[in-house]
């Protein structure tokens, strides 16, 4: 059914469909049901103590007995000073925010993700077939995944570091178009230097590297599948294509917003976590990106709006929300995984049918 088998042989599945982690979308319910449809779900744990770590590995076990993706921030993001503060003008706005919604006062820094090294250790305790990192890749974590027979993948987003993840011992490079929602997967320059287009970077990575390679970025339907494919890569890893689909642990305020938005609603933005990611604009965004003065280091921006965010969950109030999304939002559709699935594979085979006899 598909030419390039690379992948396919590479993890053990039948289609050359990736569902991305998406930290805090994902369940072991999506990710069962991408498996069981032929692709490859993938949980997002960063946040995942090692103990819930076991229970959710457990969880997608028991909803599928197909290969399987987890995802984990590289080491060196959790690490920042504990003594860390916010300027005087993002201190005032918190504090403002607090005031308006009765939070009390705004809580210090507090660490939010990992730790990376215990969770390691429970993927490879669990033997997860598949395992990704974000941010970059360490040689020994690749290595100390790949003693359990684990196949190791990370995102790049320009040639150099793709290179470099192949150099570090990886089995696929993610090539992260600047048009993905989330985090970008940045670990080299700067990322106003790597919003490089899904179009214009996957071909490169796939002249640089010799693994196979992964195109994620805007791809929303058959039509970004094949056009990926015909750029010499793989497999397409979809993320904002799968968050409208019921199974999602959505706030309603996010699902809502992601079925009104259109490309333009969405930024590359440092204001929520500190670290670059694209997300639909909301009040919070905006109003933080105008202070005049330096933004606080991920993940402690990230922190200190985490009674904020909460606030703002628990009143569906999607200006407070992180609301990832990527640029393909306005061609999302509200489908089960398993209906997605199949008309992703049905309609692109018929496309690249139709193609090949014009």
Partial sequence: MWNDRKVLDLFGIEHPIIQAPMAGATNPVVVAGVSNAGGLGSFGAAGSPPEKLH???AAI????GRPFNINLFAAHTEEFDRDVRPGPQLAGKLAAYHAEFGLGAVPDPAPMFGPFDDQLDVLVEENVPVISFHFGADPIAVEKAHSSGA???SSATTVAEAIALEDAGVDAVIAQGAEAGGHRGTFTIDYKKA???TMAL???VVDAVRVPVIAAGGIMDARGVVACLALGASAVQMGTAFLCCPETSLLDGWRASLQRAAAEDTKVTTALSGRPARGIQNRYIEEVEA????LLPYPAQYSVSRTLRKSGAERNDTDFMSMWAGQGVGLIRNQPVADLMRDLVNDSQELISRLAKR
Avoid: C, H
């Avoid at 076990?61 to 599928?64: A, E």
């Avoid at 202070?291 to 330096?294: F, K, M, P, T």
């Fill in 61 to 64: 076990r028991k909803g599928t």
């Fill in 151 to 153: 196949v190791v993948l």
């Fill in 195 to 197: 919003l490089i287009g």
């Fill in 55 to 57: 229970e959710t590995v």
């Fill in 291 to 294: 202070l005049n003065e330096a």
């Fill in 202 to 204: 996957v071909p490169q």
